[in-house]
């Protein structure tokens, strides 16, 4: 099974509005770390969130948030007040601690963000 | 500060070729990870490091290889190159194995004729 699932390869939002990008997962393990990288055409991941499998608080960082429903295993990004720049190419990644051991990042296939003037 | 720096940019090899990247994490990271991009795999890792010593192995065969310097700097190395291995390599370093604040590089773009 998939560890990190992205189901839209593409999305488009229009300049200033807000958009969300979905991501699910997979873990049995209850000690997991969750992150979203932008990659613009240029190639570098650019780290944007991150949000720990114990943290009681959704993750904040600027026009970035991250919406954590650990129930239902999925960490959506969602961008407010979209700029002509947050085009590019987002990954969602997961990085388990098997037994207290951080395991390696699993990253999703990734959505490319289209922001429309 | 400085980002991770990957040398070199671009590259161009031929099968049967072998190649060393290079990548140097940010000043004081001591942890150092691998992946590589390809339009039809994704991200996939390859190996992390952290104090010059292996930590985690993906699944790659024993062509692909790597080692960390005790500057932290690491290098990997792919021998008998194919053309499959055409790729973007991506270098990222945080303090450590497990660290949220994981940075990448911009990549070097392998390509393999």
Redesign the interface.
């Known amino acids: 099974a998939q560890k990190i699932t992205q189901t839209q390869p593409g999305m488009f939002v229009q300049e200033k509005e807000a958009v969300t990008l979905d991501c699910t997962y997979d873990t049995s393990d209850p000690s997991y ?1 969750l ?1 979203w ?1 932008k990659q613009p055409s ?6 944007l969130i ?1 949000q ?1 499998s114990y943290d009681q608080q959704n993750a904040t960082e600027g026009r970035y948030s991250l919406n954590f429903q650990k129930a239902r295993k999925s960490a959506n990004l969602v961008i407010s007040a979209s700029q002509l720049g947050d085009s590019a190419m987002y ?1 969602c ?1 997961m ?1 388990e ?1 098997l037994s207290g051991s ?9 959505t490319q963000l289209t922001v429309l003037p | 500060k400085a980002g991770v720096t990957q040398t070199p940019r671009y590259l161009i090899k031929t099968r049967g070729q072998q190649v060393t990247l290079s990548c140097s994490p940010i000043s004081g990271h001591r942890s150092v990870s691998w992946y590589q991009q390809t339009p039809g795999q994704g991200l996939q890792f390859l190996f992390e490091y952290f104090s010059e010593t292996q930590r985690n192995k993906g699944n790659f065969p024993g062509r692909f290889s790597g080692r960390q310097f005790s500057n932290s700097r690491s290098e990997m190395n792919v021998s008998t190159l194919e053309l499959g291995d055409s790729a973007l390599y991506l270098c990222a370093s945080s303090f450590w194995v497990g660290d949220e604040k994981l940075f990448f590089g911009s990549g070097t773009q392998l390509s393999v004729l």
């Open positions: 770390g992150f990288y240029s190639g570098e991941m650019i780290f991150y720990g990954f990644a990085r601690f951080a395991r390696q990042l699993t990253f999703g296939s990734g």
